[in-house]
């Protein structure tokens, strides 16, 4: 059972360049997240996603977009990589949200992301 | 919204001793309470969670406790092991809302 896939799981990335970081999940989960994790910060969340064809903003959603076609994935797009945006970027999934039964959040690998 | 704060940041302990870590929550709507393990190099693994109707949960050598009126909530490790070693986190949610973490708390275990 896989889980959360993410990919990358390393990247550097030069200033003003672009790339999506990829996330799946094969548990038919309607719910989504992306969080980025800085030293000493905790996890930040960027975006999430309830549903197929549903996103919305979290806590940290500048200089990045995210889309839902199906339920199993959900990437995260970088337009114009910035240093601000290295960090370590965690994909989760559960289902049904928090507060619910069974509502663990089953996390991604991750992907180091480093922009020079 | 939601704001949790976690102490301490780093916590040592010799083998066998207890840890325990804190956290505070800001929003009464908050309802659910989970805990994860993040071990070097990967993901957040959830290891214990507890809901806003119970105020107190165990899991082997894991416990949680929660008090609803002050809005705080404490994981408890008895017996450490080095394997215990790792980083903590505790977050919050309320009604369903995304998961709002603490800035983590890294737990050594001596041996």
């Known amino acids: 059972n896989a889980g959360v896939t993410q990919t990358p799981k390393f990247r550097i990335l030069k200033i003003g360049q672009s790339m999506t970081l990829q996330c799946a999940q094969d548990m038919n989960h309607n719910y989504m997240y992306w969080y980025r994790q800085d030293p000493g910060m905790g996890l930040k969340l960027i975006y999430y996603?309830?549903?197929?064809?549903?996103?919305d903003k979290g806590e940290v959603p500048n200089g990045y977009n995210v889309s839902r076609s199906t339920t199993e994935d959900f990437p995260l797009r970088l337009e114009l990589a910035a240093p601000s945006q290295t960090s370590v970027y965690f994909c989760?999934?559960?289902?049904?949200?928090?507060?619910?039964?069974?509502?663990?959040?089953?996390f991604g690998q991750g992907t180091r992301l480093t922009v020079v | 919204g939601e704001n949790v704060e976690q102490h301490p940041s780093t916590l040592s302990v010799q083998e066998g001793d207890s840890a325990v870590i804190k956290c505070t929550y800001s929003?009464?709507?908050?309802?659910?309470f989970p805990w994860y393990k993040q071990e070097l190099g990967k993901g957040p693994q959830l290891i214990i969670d507890?809901?806003?109707?119970?105020g107190e949960k165990k899991d082997q050598r894991i416990a949680v406790t929660l008090n609803k009126t002050a809005k705080h909530f404490s994981l408890h490790i008895t017996e450490t092991q080095p394997e215990d070693s790792a980083v903590y986190f505790c977050?919050?949610?309320?009604?369903?809302?995304?998961?709002?973490f603490g800035k983590g708390t890294r737990l050594s275990v001596i041996a």
């Open positions: 989760a999934s559960s289902y049904p949200p928090s507060g619910g039964p069974n509502t663990e959040a089953f």
């Open positions: 507890i809901r806003s109707n119970v």
């Open positions: 977050a919050a949610s309320p009604h369903g809302a995304p998961l709002v």
């Open positions: 929003d009464s709507a908050s309802n659910y």
């Open positions: 996603s309830v549903g197929a064809g549903i996103t």
